[in-house]
């Protein structure tokens, strides 16, 4: 595993070399990165029960939200990736947000399952790895809470930077 201020210096350049920012400004400073070592056993065992609920209680809802008024602020009808979806929360935030398509991705199959209380005609959520699984381009990628529970936070900033479309955008929240 890389030393945290080598983790953090590849992040950044990613970031400056694959974005273009739209918002009002990006942060990098260097931060301590450790990345959540969970075993997929143990997320699913989480996520079965209930000890992740927490993430759609009411103090969750501003972060959930202001990605979702970004989807909306850039308009249009976007295809939206959200890598990480975890139960599918960010999908029920987008409620009378128009999108065209939404696609969730997380490597837990008990949180993919409940997230598929979401599905609907534009929705589909998919267990799977993000840095492998042919997933096609969009207009936006959501990256919610993801950075930290990756081992290698480049290697998926890289690949975010294949699945974008040329004037796509990266919604992330850290």
């Known amino acids: 595993m890389r030393d945290g201020a080598g983790t953090v210096q590849r992040l950044r350049s990613r970031l400056l070399l694959r974005t273009r920012v739209r918002a009002l400004g990006v942060r ?13 056993e143990l997320w699913n065992e989480r996520y079965s029960n ?5 993430f759609g209680a009411l103090n969750e809802l501003p972060r959930y939200s202001i990605l979702a008024g970004y989807v909306s602020y850039f308009g249009g009808e976007p295809d939206i990736l959200d890598v ?3 139960q599918g929360l960010f999908r029920h935030r987008l409620e009378g947000i128009p999108f065209r398509r939404y696609v969730g991705i997380d490597p837990t199959p ?33 990256c919610n809470e993801v950075f930290s529970m990756v081992p290698d936070p480049a290697a998926l900033l890289d ?15 850290i």
């Open 50 to 54: 209930g000890v992740l609920d927490y």
């Open 28 to 40: 990098l400073g260097v931060i301590a990165y450790e990345p959540t070592t969970w075993s997929e």
């Open 84 to 86: 990480g979806c975890g």
């Open 110 to 142: 008990s949180a993919i399952e409940l997230a598929r209380r979401f599905d609907d005609e534009r929705t589909e959520f998919v267990v799977g790895d993000p840095l492998e699984t042919d997933l096609g381009t969009f207009d936006r990628v959501v």
């Open 159 to 173: 690949r975010v930077g294949e699945l974008l479309r040329p004037d796509g955008l990266l919604l992330t929240s």
